[in-house]
């Protein structure tokens, strides 16, 4: 079993749907990421976190330690939101690596 | 600033060839990181650098060796290329390891070996 699992792993939605991603992860963590990978590959980092709720523009991104999960919501969703979302942790009580979900694939209908 | 830079953007090997693929930051951070990117899979640490001067061995380190040349540089060699190392290659860097730190990714190199 993965230590990262997130869900859907394909997710296709309307021009302006709510969406939801999930993860979930199975060791302790120090901090979570959300990742984006563009169409074209370049990755970026969208949050980081340690407890509660992040929000940047129309991404919001909550944490339960108690449940292990994890989720990236998207309001008024557009197509340029189109990409793979990455869900990683990096494991608790050492300079510990990040260990990597496989990724939702998310596309955006006009 | 540009960031986190890699060459080459694409390479074809042969099996057997070696070839390194550079990586640099101007971002003065001590953390360097190599992963690759297989179809179906997630991102995989292959080695990292958690600062100028050492390097430690990640998640699938074998048929790789990597140098860190200066703070700013992290290169990853192939000595001898196989089909199975046929995949998209990430370098990353990050002020330093821990939990409070983000990662800055380039933009990936592309390496088919046939």
């Known amino acids: 079993k993965n230590e990262v699992e997130q869900s859907p792993q394909n997710l296709t939605a309307q021009e302006g749907e709510f969406i939801t991603i999930n993860c979930s992860y199975s060791?302790?963590?120090?901090?979570l990421h959300w990742l984006q990978q563009h169409p074209g590959g370049g990755i970026v980092s969208l949050f980081m976190?340690?407890?509660g709720k992040k929000k940047h523009g129309r991404l919001i991104a909550t944490i339960n330690i108690q449940e292990k999960h994890s989720s990236l919501h998207i309001t008024a969703s557009h197509p340029r939101d189109s990409a793979v979302y990455i869900c990683?942790?990096?494991?608790?009580?050492?300079?510990?690596?990040?260990?990597f979900g496989k990724g939702t694939k998310l596309s955006v209908k006009p | 600033n540009a960031g986190v830079t890699q060459t080459p953007k694409f390479q074809v090997l042969k099996t057997g060839q070696s070839m390194t693929l550079q990586c640099a930051q101007d971002m003065n951070h001590n953390s360097m990181y190599w992963y690759r990117q297989d179809p179906g899979m997630g991102l995989r640490l292959i080695y990292y650098?958690?600062?100028?001067?050492?390097?430690d061995k990640g998640e699938v380190p074998n048929g790789y060796n990597v140098s860190r040349l200066n703070k700013r540089e992290f290169s990853l060699r192939l000595e001898s290329a196989a089909p199975s190392q046929t995949s998209v290659y990430f370098c990353?860097?990050?002020?330093?390891?821990?939990?409070?730190?983000?990662?800055?990714f380039g933009p990936g190199t592309r390496l088919t070996v046939t």
């Open positions: 990353a860097s990050s002020e330093a390891m821990g939990a409070s730190y983000e990662q800055y």
């Open positions: 990683a942790v990096r494991r608790g009580g050492s300079q510990g690596n990040l260990i």
């Open positions: 976190l340690s407890s």
């Open positions: 060791v302790g963590i120090s901090a």
């Open positions: 650098s958690a600062s100028e001067g050492t390097t």
